[in-house]
């Protein structure tokens, strides 16, 4: 019943450490023109434009799409905000996709940023609430015991992340807009930098960034129309569970499972790891390459760290992951799940300069949030859906 | 004198916003049972999983969590990190080591600091226990707690332990 | 380790503060606005249509489309607008005394600056009574700068 | 465009404060009420979509635990606005208009108390300008007070009458937090609080959850319940620059009237989301609605404004005057942002 919907516009802001030459407004207007300008759009051809951001701590302003709205051309129009945590990035590009698949709209705005130099993102996350003492150190505190279960059950090699950092590390120098760029990074220099929250290292963790990501979703007719190629949108699929209950996996979400092997149902894929050409998938460290390889159905449980080991994820192996440097090398929080699904765009669309795989065909787009538990993902391709 | 200084780029703009925060009716149960020294979780209506703390619901059945009962203070760990890092809302000296603990009776882990054993010696599946502080320190916290120390049991098979990780 | 101390017995609350001096990049356009403000002037910026916004932004409300960098000096002087008179101010406000929040439409603007002005009674409030700034002693680059508005006359 | 109707709809008796329970124990028992009368199975339900922010709980991913009330085992299908329920009613909507589901349990959620709330509406302006001036919601909306009545659109007695109405209304609401009998004569007498507001041109600070189930004609139409048809939705958003906008009108709210096709035929009731007695006003001259639409049956947002709610609550409670019978055709509307800055639109019918 669904319409076919393509993305027809990309765009990314550079990212970086401290965007000290732009306000938030100017960050977002820097994706959405890249965006408009790839889809040969202007703001008066949008009918809709979808905010995502993670916690408006990050920049001490509540619902900030409603001052920001009108930078995007959103005066007079429908606008919506999304926040599912850390997924968000993601679930913001299927709300808009929804938009136009719904057959409400023809062609969407769609923009995730944060610009975590405004305050501090270990402050942000954590907020310090009475009667509770906090205990867990971030995000790397919080994950960290879950890397150490999975090390566990898989009896994984413990090199494992450090092979993952580097093949990111190595794919972020080929993106012009990567905010972490080691030029002449080693194994020796991953494995030696500092144990943060054992048994994750500094090399092995994401940065915080400042950034935004812009896609403009357009309806069949556009798609068909655009002069740049579209990447038509074959499925999009969201899951979540709670936190914390009993008997809870948090290592292996049942989530994630379900929500990629129902993702990949909707797109009639039935063996992903042959049919998909690529994945962009959210790794903010580098354990979680192996563990989202079992929780995507790409490998047999406890057996994804082999993909790594292998060589099947880089650049030239028969599944690469994670082609853009992923969010390893660059994390504006609420932007991070867009630009998964925008580089999975990127690469069907054969947009990828030098981190384009060649021939890629079909690409998967994947983020996720929370403590494991919020997913959205999505899968693009060069031709629409039969 | 204007045209000499640097043009302006950035400005500060502090934030504070107050609040009176109130935890609900079970995390007050379990608030009001620690100040006494007791660990008190709650079971679930619908299944009868023991959930500490709660936070007043079983998130996989959706139904309340009323029947309370005490826990013993001994646990096993699930799985731990060591901390290297700072962490703005932390006052533990670095490193330190968290562990997911599932205390004896309970169905869920929580998060408490491991201590009095070198950090190369705590392994999942390893026995500890509370370590209290002094009771005239007792406040309405978990942080009554000061720390789970290793006993002298023999560790839990990971096998048994999977479903908690 | 008491983290907490319990305001009554009847139910358990703790004060909880959200406290940040947030870092705010201004960019090309509010950076210029700011820099004007802390030099003694009001700059606004003219879009493609060819109204004046005050506060300039770097895209006109309207369509959407970047403005250039086409600043033009208005005011200091403005028209009110609107008006709402604060009797009994927060300790969030800029001033500790009754005082107006306004729109203020500078000369030669096309829109109107929220800001706050000061006359000390509600009775010397009118819509459409003209205001100049009072400038901050020590003027940093930022809204405060203009520390309130006054009746013109008495500038 | 599917044909999709509210099904059920519960809300908590709507309060000053919600001392003791916490955003988890407010929504179970409401969730599990409005899931029980959809007489759709719990696990049947499509898509799962709420609304809040986290300001008003003073806690960065305060959504996340909310989860823990609605029975997300084996996991479901969700998303969260940082909006006002009424856009998750929009984007679960959406989601059954894509064909992807056939129905959807929308939520929204708040503790207003804990708080200091038109403090806290500080931080939704822009933060370069106007935050450092610290505009509290109060004032905003006072600054359109006196556009309207500088214009001559509405006088105080008007606008205070608009306040005796609602509240005289609420009396027949059990959920409300703010009724009575109010003589328009006295509310004149009593001081500004900030000119040109009183007291009574003002919301009061309201704690409060809303929950609702909406699904496809085959899915609503089951023994259990009365469904209320969805006819049209739209949204549309202002300028939030409060100078760059004509404070007299609501263009936001004209054309998303416009869209949900609310002059297509005759309105019944108006439940309409003013927090501010003069919105009220502008809002009924933006939908163009005649003298004779009864207006907040409810009470609307002057009898109680479960921030994050209130909007979703509209909608809830125009539906449950429809499945009443005490109307045939209705218009719910939901408002988000400084000074009415975004505003939905939803028309029902029985």
């Known amino acids: 019943m669904a319409e076919h919907a393509a993305v027809i516009g990309i765009g990314q802001t550079d990212f970086d450490a401290k965007r000290l030459d732009v306000s938030q407004v100017g960050l977002i207007r820097e994706a959405a023109e890249r965006a408009l300008a790839d889809a040969e759009l202007d703001w008066k ?44 990035g993601g679930s913001t590009a299927i709300v808009a996709a929804n938009l136009v698949q719904s057959g409400v709209h023809e062609r969407v705005l769609t923009v995730a940023y944060e610009k975590q130099s405004e305050s501090n993102a270990m402050w942000a996350l954590s907020i310090k609430m009475p009667f509770t003492p906090t205990m867990v150190a971030g995000a790397g505190g919080f994950f960290a015991p879950l890397i150490r279960g999975y ?76 002069s740049n190629p579209p990447a038509w949108i074959h ?43 690529c994945a962009e998938i959210y790794v903010p460290f580098s354990w ?73 065909k079909k690409a998967l787009g994947h983020a996720y949030g929370g403590g494991s538990q919020y997913f959205s993902m999505w899968i693009v391709a060069d031709q629409p859906l039969q | 004198m204007s045209e000499e200084r640097e043009p302006v780029t950035r400005i500060i703009t502090p934030v504070r916003v107050e609040y009176t925060y109130t935890p ?30 709660s936070r007043g619901a079983c998130p996989r059945c959706a139904s309340p969590t009323s029947e309370f009962r005490e826990l013993s203070d001994k646990g096993t760990v699930i799985t731990f990190c060591v901390v290297r890092v700072p962490a703005a809302n932390i006052d533990v000296p670095l490193p330190y080591c968290t562990a997911n603990i599932l205390l004896d009776g309970a169905d869920i882990s929580f998060t408490g600091l491991i201590q009095g054993c070198p950090f190369e010696d705590v392994r999942i599946g390893m026995r500890v226990q509370a370590v209290w502080r002094p009771e005239s320190e007792w406040g309405f916290g978990i942080g009554n707690i000061e720390h789970f120390t290793p006993i002298d049991e023999p560790d839990v098979p990971f096998a048994k332990l999977k479903e908690y990780s | ?90 300790k969030t406000h800029p001033l500790d005394h009754p005082f107006a929040f306004a729109l203020i439409e500078l000369d030669g603007a096309d829109t109107a600056l929220m800001h706050v002005v000061d006359t000390g009674s509600e009775a010397a409030m009118s819509t459409g009574m003209r205001v100049s700034p009072r400038w901050a002693a020590e003027p940093v680059g930022c809204i405060q700068d203009i520390a309130a508005f006054i009746p013109e006359d008495s500038a | 465009m599917r044909d999709v109707a509210i099904v059920s709809y519960a809300q908590t008796p709507y309060v000053r404060s919600e001392r003791d329970r916490n955003e988890v124990e407010m929504l179970m028992p409401i969730i599990d009420e409005v899931v029980k009368k959809s007489g759709i199975p719990r696990h049947d339900i499509g898509f799962t979509c709420s609304g809040s922010t986290d300001y008003l709980a003073g806690q960065s991913f305060s959504f996340v635990m909310a989860v823990d009330a609605v029975g997300a085992w084996p996991p479901i299908k969700e998303s969260h606005v940082e909006m006002d329920g009424a856009w998750a009613l929009y984007e679960a909507w959406i989601k059954i ?144 620059q409060l100078g760059s906008r004509d404070l007299t009108r609501s263009p936001s709210t004209e054309l998303a009237g416009q869209k949900a096709g609310v002059g297509a035929g005759k309105i019944d009731i108006a439940e309409l989301h003013a927090p501010f007695t003069h919105q009220e006003i502008i809002l009924k001259n933006a939908l163009g609605l005649d ?48 000074c009415l800055q975004q505003n939905l639109v939803c028309v029902l019918e029985g």
């Open chain 4, 291 to 338: 003298e004779d639409v009864r207006i907040n049956p409810s009470g609307g947002a002057l009898a109680a404004n479960p921030m994050m709610s209130a909007g979703l609550a509209r909608i809830g409670e125009a539906s449950r005057q429809i499945a009443g019978g005490a109307a045939k055709r209705a218009v719910a509307h939901a408002t988000s942002g400084p």
């Open chain 2, 24 to 53: 609900g009716i079970a995390s007050e149960r379990f608030l009001r049972g620690v100040r006494e020294g007791k660990l008190l979780g709650a079971a679930c209506d619908s299944c009868g999983r023991v959930y500490i703390p």
């Open chain 3, 1 to 90: 380790m008491a983290d907490t101390t319990p305001s009554d017995d009847e139910g358990l609350s703790a004060p909880h503060v959200l406290e940040y001096a947030y870092k705010r990049s201004l960019g090309p356009v509010l950076g210029r606005f700011f820099t004007g403000l802390r030099d003694g002037k009001i700059e606004g910026i003219r879009t493609r249509a060819g109204r004046v916004l005050v506060p300039p932004s770097e895209y006109d409300p309207e369509s959407g489309e970047s403005t250039d960098e086409d600043f033009v000096e208005v005011g200091p002087s403005g028209t009110v607008k609107t008006w709402a008179w604060v009797r009994e101010p927060r």
């Open chain 1, 151 to 226: 090390m566990e059950r898989s009896g994984a090699p413990e090199d494992t992340g450090i092979r993952v950092a580097l093949k990111d590390r190595l794919n972020a120098l080929k993106n012009p807009v990567a905010h972490i760029k080691l030029p002449d990074v080693t194994f020796e220099m991953i494995q030696n930098s500092p144990m943060l929250w054992d048994p994750v290292r500094y090399l092995e963790t994401c940065p915080s960034s400042d950034g935004a990501c812009a896609l403009v979703i357009g309806s069949e007719k556009h798609a068909r129309a655009a």
């Open chain 1, 45 to 88: 051809d949008i009918d809709a434009v979808v905010v995502g951001k993670a916690p408006d701590m990050f920049e001490g302003v509540m619902m900030p799409e409603l001052f920001l709205a009108e930078a995007l051309g959103g005066v007079g129009k429908p606008m919506l905000r999304v926040h599912t945590a850390g997924s968000v």
């Open chain 4, 97 to 240: 208009q894509c064909g992807e589901v056939d129905s959807a349990l929308i939520f929204s959620f708040g503790r207003s108390s804990m708080g200091e709330t038109a403090e806290t509406m500080t931080l939704q302006t822009d933060p370069y300008t106007m935050a450092p001036l610290g505009p509290d919601a109060i004032s905003m909306a006072a600054l359109q007070a006196r556009s309207g009545l500088d214009a001559g659109l509405y006088s105080e007695r008007d606008m205070a009458e608009v306040a005796a109405r609602n509240r005289r209304n609420a009396l027949t609401n059990p959920e409300a937090q703010l009724a009575g009998e109010f003589d328009v004569e006295a509310l004149l007498e009593a001081p500004y609080r900030v000119s040109p507001l009183r007291d009574h041109d003002c919301p009061p600070i309201t704690d409060g959850a809303a929950a609702m189930v909406i699904a496809t004609a085959d899915v609503a139409r089951n023994p259990s319940n009365k469904p209320v048809w969805i006819r049209g939705i739209d949204h549309r958003l202002d300028s939030h």
């Open chain 1, 288 to 360: 979680f390459e192996p563990m989202w390889m079992e929780n995507l159905h790409f490998a047999p449980q406890n057996q994804g760290w082999k993909m790594t080991y292998e060589g099947a994820t880089a650049l030239d192996g028969d599944l690469p992951v994670n082609m853009s440097g992923g969010v390893l090398s660059t994390n504006a929080i609420g932007a991070s799940g867009m630009v998964r699904f925008a580089e999975a765009a990127m690469q069907v669309r054969g947009q990828a300069g030098e981190h384009q795989i060649e021939g890629a």
């Open chain 1, 235 to 277: 499925a999009t699929n969201m899951k979540t569970e709670p936190t914390m209950f009993a008997g809870r996996d948090q290592v292996m979400p049942r989530a994630g499972l379900e929500c990629s092997a129902e993702l990949y149902k909707k797109a009639g894929i039935s063996d992903p790891r042959k049919e998909i050409d």
